[in-house]
């Protein structure tokens, strides 16, 4: 007799009916909808992330409307107005909240302006990534023998390289290839190709193997009993029912991808000093920390930590809404 | 040790080995390829390494000599050949030998990444236990706040708060460099001074401090599903010690997936030593592979990725085989009756 | 000696605290053990049998708890003892036996280190000591060879091999009671018989008390001395095994009865006993009206010659060193229209892997399957679209044969529409037709499947599969993963399609007495191959090769059982 494996087990022993489990399943499948929402009701560290997420991204939506001056505009600027200290410090300014930095950039301003363009290419990052990911892992556990290999041996091989390395070499090969024309334009499609590149696998991975069990199940048989098109099977039938998981990636990765923006252009190979992120404002602002400008660095530091931390908060809480064992 | 009948366990596990090194030389094979991908197409290599007087003949003669107008495929071969007895070229930018500068900063990444791998290890399997056992504790909840924090604050941030108050407002530890290093010939370490111990603390804390945080959470969640199993309700319903489950059921069985991912882990360390490096300027390949990359010296970047590959391939086959020694379902198939 | 009450449940009460309201798992029972016999807890989903095991052994899973009642071991009372001191009475003076022997061991360590430990734990051995008790209770549950295999991982054991383990470990430290929840639930029915012996033998000689929880009320009437009968929180009937199952006082015991398909003899339908609002109108005369004609077919309807399946056990880079597993091996057999031709084996026979063929789900490593006298050939894609469209089938697993995300109209709709059987305006009304007629109400369609139990949802896969008008229905294992009440249902409709729609089907399962109930004619598998066909009341009376006297002698007896409202 062959080993029997865990799937068979588990069929076997649904097949028998475990009679306790079948109440208590169609219960929570029945309550789940509106046990999200309770939990998040009932969570006030999560309320607090959402609400903090909430209006970092509302005032990146809105900077132009909300920051006291666009920094992006030369015009703007005076070199007399740089590394002033925040406004309560000695020698502080009110036009400058928080201060400015070596070229008479407002923090605050920049602030706001440098989260538009970290958020824009986390999201942007994120997509490109899920869409990648989502469609190579349906084709895969769907699919199954020759294109799961090719597919999932070339996953396994970029899995043992972290992300930030990935996306190094990606953006690294890309200037070269690009021959460093356009930095300014370029720096933000390059960025958000390499970091979504590097993050497709974790998609790929979670929608594979959710497909294979999905694929298994009766519903997907009787979808291929009336010869529905495997195309329309995927996206009709499976991709629905392996979405939850994603979802969770998807923010947790959202996270992820401000970090490694941040850290990309904290290295100098990310957005330009022109138009500053909050990991490009950190590495400007790392010069000045020995000669007493902290400011410069601090507030774009505390600002990513916050944002970070919100979404993170944000990804826990909904893992474990959408995982009823963990109840 | 289980007894096998027979050779049939052997042989498994020799091929179970064999598998496994012939999969990490495919690993290396394409790593290899993409690596030469990059120094061939991306950027003249020619340009890069004469100055703009030369004229078009003495270029066309160099790249002769390179070998650079032979077949691509004949290219691949003598790129590999090379690269096996170290050759990789010399710098665009520095104008040396690529595995000379390689070997000159290699002991100084190693170093940094096994203290904090060390460190990462020692305290976060431990603190991933107590969170996982004692779920609802105080000192449960603090270490699970400190570790999404640790995993929401970025690598380089943690370096700059730590600089910021160690070494600029109480002076207590060196913002960067080695400190002292004591040369034994063939590897420089400065685990042997007491200014290079110094000078390793906020480093190794810092690298180390984000791989820590992944840890705990990866045995706690793993030990969590652990403690749901039927095996160990049918060990609590023979009445076993709550020790005797959690300590020897349950922790063995938790740290089979996290010896994998573990192993991952720890490869991302000496990856992320290149932020690190960059924060207190510790004079590693991950920052010299920073420097390559912001100029575009493709022979280091190839290089580097080439190095880093090896790295990865030995710890993950280290990985395997420590796996087929805890998991008797690999070590031990057949014999069911 | 006699009468010596082991265990005794006084007005236990277990509640579950949710956000909505508390769920009463078990509502005030109340039983004792005594020394030496089996207890059978009978009941169907959610009766709080296995709640009532958990109670005993004090390992309810919070939010769960007790809320009232009393439980003693013999003088002692036992629930609300700390959890240090029920902990050394647990595994010690109560054994339990689990249901899945898959999951119940821990893979990373020998059997010989699980048992060996229990048994130094609660006996306070030394190890050599342990070690030779050990050996001998493997010896004394049936395992060959004990001296070698206690040095083995629980994966070098087969299913009904480390049940047997389980039942050493809940044996280990000589226990006064043992608590068995569904204990063969999980094994095949040849292995069951021996697992089930094995227990009862055990606790006669060693004079424990047994608890033994389940849904099958054949296991209760072969093992057990006594009888309680559950539902819904509550012990509605309890006595000697022989007086309750053959002469049932209460109702739902009655329904309950009545419900078990017997293999001794083919009744016309299951006697709808109501209990607790359980009724349910289904009126397919009235579907029958619209019904296209059937054509009655010269020869079978589906011819199946040699087919052969292989599936890859072991995959390799080169052809000949992969391994393949013949799961269906030259297998071939007739269905004539109108008829129900039943599939029976064990698991692994390959029975559902013929479905699939059959059902084009699979392709075939060789042989040829005809329907209606047609080759049935995928490069023909008009030929297939029409196969398709007079097929269809009924799958075992109500919770995942209906897409969790669509709705139910959707669902009924979908094989109609793609396969454009209705036109597109008449959509709605036809599947609030089929959902009437299969008693879910027109208004079903715009929930959601969770929304159904497992019985319902097995109606609207029914109505799925009649939305195509088909001619022919491949059932397989319809009703195994429903309880018995609801087979009964669901059992009834598919007799009625037969009957009035006309529809051939074909028919798999594991369960002989369905089986006998449900076809006309029978086909035994064993390991892919087919060992005989037969109609069925020959099959029962007149088994013609070993394995299937061996199969029908393993049959639980259910001559005990009264027969009250049943009717040829």
């Known amino acids: 007799m062959p080993y029997v494996t865990g799937e068979e087990t588990t069929a076997r022993t649904q097949a028998a009916g475990r009679p306790e489990n079948v109440v208590r399943k169609s219960l929570i499948t029945s309550m789940l909808d509106s046990d999200i929402w309770h939990s998040f009701k009932r969570s006030k560290i999560t309320i607090l992330a959402a609400i903090v997420t909430f209006l970092i991204f509302f005032g990146a939506l809105f900077a132009p409307l909300i920051a006291p001056q666009n920094p992006f505009d030369p015009a703007n600027l005076s070199l007399i107005d740089s590394l002033i200290p925040p406004v309560w410090e000695e020698g502080g300014d009110a036009r400058f909240l928080l201060g400015t930095d070596d070229q008479g950039r407002g923090i605050l301003s920049t602030l706001l302006y440098g989260s538009r363009i970290s958020l824009a290419v986390g999201f942007a990052s994120v997509i490109f990534a899920a869409i990648l990911g989502i469609s190579l892992g349906l084709l895969a556990g769907y699919v199954g023998g020759r294109t799961d290999a090719v597919i999932m041996r070339i996953a396994d091989i970029q899995l043992t390289f972290p992300a930030i390395l990935i996306a190094l070499l990606i953006d690294g090969s890309l200037r070269g290839a690009l021959g460093g024309i356009n930095r300014e334009q370029s720096a933000f499609y390059v960025l958000v190709f390499s970091i979504g590149l590097s993050f497709w696998v974790q998609y790929a991975r979670t929608v594979r193997s959710s497909t294979l069990v999905e694929k298994n199940k009766e519903y997907v048989q009787a979808a291929r009993l009336i010869g529905l098109h495997p195309i329309k099977i995927m996206v009709r039938h499976v991709l629905p029912n392996v979405m939850g998981p994603v979802l969770v990636i998807a923010t947790i990765n959202l996270a992820l991808a401000i970090i490694t923006e941040a850290t990309l252009s904290f290295l100098g190979v990310g957005i330009p000093p022109t138009q500053p992120s909050l990991g490009t404002m950190i590495r400007i602002g790392n010069d000045f920390l020995f000669s007493g400008e902290w400011w410069i660095t601090m507030f774009p530091g505390v600002m990513l930590a916050i944002l970070v931390l919100a979404v993170n908060l944000l990804g826990d809480w909904l893992r474990d809404a959408l995982n009823p064992r963990l109840r | 040790m289980p007894r096998c009948s027979g050779g049939a366990c052997h042989f498994s596990m020799l091929a179970f080995v064999i598998q496994r090194l012939f999969q990490s030389a495919l690993v290396m094979l394409i790593v290899a390829l993409i690596a030469f991908v990059m120094f061939t197409f991306i950027g003249d290599p020619v340009d890069q390494m004469v100055g703009l007087e030369t004229t078009l003949e003495e270029r066309e003669q160099l790249r002769e000599q390179l070998g650079l107008k032979d077949p691509v495929p004949i290219q691949f071969i003598n790129y590999i050949g090379r690269a096996i007895q170290g050759d990789f070229g010399i710098s665009y930018q520095f104008k040396r030998p690529v595995a000379t500068m390689i070997g000159e900063r290699l002991p100084a990444t190693l170093e940094l990444s096994m203290v904090s791998a060390l460190f990462a290890l020692i305290a976060g399997i431990p603190m991933g236990v107590y969170t996982a056992l004692k779920r609802d504790s105080f000192i449960s909840k603090i270490f699970l706040t400190v570790s999404l924090v640790g995993i929401s604050l970025p690598t380089f941030l943690i370096g700059i708060l730590l600089i910021f108050v160690f070494a600029v407002q109480l002076q207590w530890l060196p913002s960067f460099g080695r400190g002292q290093t004591v040369d034994l010939g063939w590897w420089t370490t400065g685990l042997l001074t007491s200014s290079g111990i110094k000078a390793l603390i906020m480093p190794a804390i810092t690298l180390g401090l984000f791989q820590m945080t992944l840890i705990m959470r990866l045995v706690r969640s793993e030990m969590l599903e652990v403690l749901r199993t039927d095996y160990i309700k049918f060990a609590r319903a023979r009445g076993l010690r709550d020790r005797a489950i959690h300590f020897g059921h349950a922790l063995k069985n938790t740290l089979v997936p996290v010896i994998t991912i573990t192993g991952l882990q720890l490869g991302a360390i000496i990856a992320f030593a290149i932020i690190t490096e960059t924060v207190f300027s510790w004079p590693g390949m991950g920052l010299l592979f920073l420097q390559a990359v912001q100029d575009v010296d493709i022979p280091i970047m190839s290089a580097y990725l080439l190095m880093i590959a090896f790295l990865f391939v030995v710890i993950n086959l280290i990985v395997d085989l420590l796996y087929v020694f805890v998991d008797p379902r690999i070590r031990i198939t057949g014999g069911e009756t | ?568």
């Open chain 3, 1 to 568: 000696m006699m009468n010596e009450i082991l265990v005794s449940v006084k007005d236990l009460v277990v509640e579950f605290p949710m956000r909505k309201r508390t769920l009463t798992a078990v509502n005030g029972i109340s039983f004792e053990i005594i020394k030496g016999e089996m207890l059978g807890v009978v009941g169907e989903s959610g009766a709080g049998k296995s709640m009532t095991g958990a109670a005993i052994i004090g390992l309810i899973e919070p939010p769960g708890r007790i809320t009232n009642g009393e439980i003693h071991l013999r003088e002692e009372r036992i629930d609300r003892l700390p959890s240090e001191i029920m902990r050394g009475i647990r595994g010690k003076r109560i054994g339990v036996i689990f249901q899945d022997p898959l999951t119940s061991l821990n893979p990373l360590y020998t059997v010989g280190q699980q048992l060996t430990e229990t048994i130094e734990y609660h006996l306070k051995t030394g190890a050599a000591e342990a070690r030779k008790k050990a050996i001998a209770l493997l010896d004394r549950v049936g395992i060959p060879n004990p001296s070698v295999r206690i040095d083995q991982y629980p994966h070098q054991f087969s299913g009904g091999m480390r049940q047997r383990v389980v039942i050493a470990l809940a044996l280990c430290s000589d226990p006064e009671v043992i608590i068995a929840d569904e204990p063969t639930t999980a094994l095949d029915v040849s292995i069951q018989a021996q697992i089930l012996d094995l227990i009862k033998e055990l606790a006669k000689e060693r004079q424990v008390g047994v608890i033994l929880i389940t849904h099958d009320m054949g296991v209760i009437a072969e093992t057990t001395d006594r009888v309680a009968v559950m539902y819904n929180g509550e012990i509605v009937e309890t006595g000697p095994t022989k007086k309750v199952l053959g002469e049932p006082e209460h109702d739902y015991t009655k329904s309950l009865i009545a419900a078990v398909p017997r293999p001794d003899r083919k009744f016309h339908r299951f006697p709808q006993i109501s209990y607790g609002g359980r009724e349910t109108v289904f009126d397919i005369k009235d579907l029958a009206r619209n019904w296209p004609e059937t054509k009655k077919s010269e020869g079978p309807l589906v011819e199946v010659r040699n087919i052969t399946k292989k599936f890859l056990e072991k995959s390799s880079f080169i052809p000949s060193q992969r391994k393949y597993f013949t799961a269906v091996d030259e297998v071939s057999f007739g269905i004539n229209t109108g008829e129900v031709f039943g599939l029976v084996g064990e698991s692994g026979s390959g029975k559902s892997t013929i479905a699939r063929m059959i059902a084009a789900l699979y392709k075939l490593d060789g042989g040829e399957i005809d329907f209606d006298g047609k080759l049935v050939t995928r490069t023909d894609k008009n030929a297939m679209f029409e196969f398709r469209r007079q097929i269809q089938m009924i799958f075992q697993d109500p919770y995942s044969s209906l897409n969790p995300r669509h709705r139910v109209d959707r669902i009924i709709a979908e094989p109609a529409l793609h396969l454009g059987v209705i036109p597109k305006e008449n959509v709605q009304d036809r599947v609030a037709e089929l959902l009437d007629k299969v008693g879910l109400g027109a208004e079903s369609g715009i929930k959601y499947p969770h929304e159904f139990s497992g019985g319902q949802r097995q109606r609207i896969s029914i109505a799925r599969a009649l939305a195509t008008q088909p001619r022919f229905l491949i059932c397989d294992e319809p009703t195994s993963a429903l309880d018995v009440s609801i087979q009964a249902q669901i059992l009834n409709i598919l007799k009625d399609l037969q009957e009035h729609l006309g529809l051939t089907m074909l028919f798999i399962s594991h369960d002989l007495p369905v089986v006998r109930q449900m076809c006309d004619r029978v086909g035994v598998l064993k390991d892919g191959k087919l060992l005989e066909v037969q109609e069925t009341d020959k099959l029962f009376t007149n088994p013609q090769t070993d394995y299937t006297k061996e199969l029908l002698q393993l049959m639980p007896k259910t001559d005990m059982l009264s027969t009250e409202g049943l009717s040829a």
